[in-house]
């Protein structure tokens, strides 16, 4: 498996916009996801093919991808955004990696 | 609606074996593969491998080749995911996913929680 960094966390206050980066040297040929994940409940996929929103998922939840870099951006965050949010890609056998995750911190 | 629903709570002793099931419903379930991710105690989440529910073709995770075994059965639309040679490292919460290929693991099951102890 091959690595994704992720910061271990990022805080906000409501209302501001929250960043979440993840870093990967097979970025740039691989699609990435972005899966929530709130205390004792399974993932929730937010974002797939590096940007596009699954039905359901709040349009405040975006995603974006440069280089080695795929970012995930929550916009005018809310306490309920609070969680951990993690990267996930696959290499081009198909195997998949998650990046470490990141702490989403609501002020 | 789709649902993915996972058997019980497991505890087993050291070099034993668990084999947990992940029944789905609400969709065509050889139409979509399944992976297997798990998460120990207060850490993140560490993929397993993958099974395509079409044809059984599977890939593992490097570091559990050889202990691990994932299989279907399209006559009851589940998947299994058996773990040998256990150890106190592998207690973790086990998850199955649905994969379409790539639009992502958009359905998970509840998780069921293996506990590995003397």
């Known amino acids: 498996s091959y690595e994704l960094t992720q910061p271990p966390s990022v805080s906000v206050s409501p209302g501001q916009t929250a960043r979440i980066t993840c870093s990967g040297d097979?970025?740039?040929?691989?699609?990435a996801y972005w899966y929530q994940q709130k205390p004792g409940q399974a993932p929730v996929l937010v974002i797939y093919?590096?940007?596009e929103r699954p039905s359901g998922i709040p349009e405040r939840f975006s995603g974006s991808s440069s280089g080695t870099t795929v970012t995930l951006t929550i916009s005018g965050v809310q306490a309920e955004d609070e969680a951990d949010y993690y990267c996930?890609?696959?290499?081009?056998?198909?195997?998949?990696?998650f990046g470490g995750g990141t702490k989403l911190t609501v002020l | 609606q789709v649902q993915l629903v996972q058997s019980g709570a497991e505890v087993k002793k050291p070099g034993a074996s668990v084999k947990v099931s992940c029944k789905a419903s609400?969709?065509?379930?050889?139409?979509?593969?399944i992976s297997w991710v798990r998460q120990a105690p207060g850490q993140g989440l560490e993929w397993m491998g993958w099974?395509?529910?079409?044809?059984?073709?599977?890939n593992y995770a490097q570091k559990l080749q050889g202990r691990v075994t994932m299989t279907t059965d399209t006559s009851t639309s589940t998947a299994y995911m058996e773990l040998r040679s256990l150890r106190s490292d592998d207690t973790a919460v086990y998850y199955c996913?649905?994969?379409?290929?790539?639009?992502?693991?958009?359905?998970w099951g509840q998780g069921t929680l293996v506990t590995v102890s003397s």
């Open positions: 996913a649905r994969v379409e290929g790539s639009s992502g693991w958009d359905y």
């Open positions: 609400g969709y065509t379930f050889t139409s979509y593969g």
């Open positions: 099974i395509s529910a079409y044809n059984g073709n599977t």
């Open positions: 097979a970025l740039p040929k691989q699609y």
């Open positions: 093919k590096d940007s």
């Open positions: 996930q890609s696959a290499d081009s056998s198909g195997t998949s990696s």
